[in-house]
C-alpha cells in the first residue's frame, strides 16, 4: 500500500504563488506515475498534472504556463508549484499515484487552496 500526505496549502491573492507538497510512502514498486487533481464545491474532480516516473509530464490546459508538476526521489515527495494564481484555482487539491497516470488509485485527503480576488 502507498500512503500520500499532501501539504502546502492555504490562502493567497489572486497573482500570488503556493508549493503543494506530497510526502509518498509505503510499497512503490509499481508506482510509475503521480499526479494532482483538483475540486472545487460543485464541480467534479479534474487533473490539474501529472509526472511519470521517467519525468514526462502532462498539465491541464487551465494551468499550463503557471503549475509545475515536479518530483524529489531522495525525498519521496511530489510537488506542484503554483504560480500566478487566480481565484478560479480555488479547490482542495489532492495528491494522487499509480502505475500510470491513467490508472491512479491511490489518494491523499487533500489539502485546500482559496485565492482571494
Known amino acids: 500500500q502507498v500512503q500520500l500526505v499532501e501539504s502546502g496549502g492555504g490562502l493567497v491573492q489572486a497573482g500570488g504563488s503556493l508549493r503543494l507538497s506530497c510526502a509518498v510512502s509505503g510499497n512503490m514498486f509499481s508506482i510509475n506515475a503521480w499526479g494532482w487533481y483538483r475540486q472545487a464545491p460543485g464541480k467534479q474532480r479534474e487533473n490539474v498534472a501529472a509526472?511519470?516516473?521517467?519525468?514526462?509530464?502532462n498539465y491541464a490546459d487551465s494551468v499550463k504556463g503557471r503549475f509545475t508538476i515536479s518530483r524529489d526521489n531522495p525525498k519521496n515527495t511530489v510537488y506542484l508549484q503554483m504560480n500566478s494564481l487566480k481565484p478560479e484555482d480555488t479547490a482542495v487539491y489532492y495528491c494522487?499515484?499509480?502505475?500510470?497516470?491513467?490508472?491512479?488509485?491511490?489518494w491523499g485527503q487533500g489539502t485546500q487552496v482559496t485565492v482571494s480576488s
Open positions: 509526472i511519470t516516473r521517467a519525468g514526462r509530464t
Open positions: 494522487a499515484a499509480g502505475p500510470d497516470w491513467y490508472s491512479f488509485g491511490s
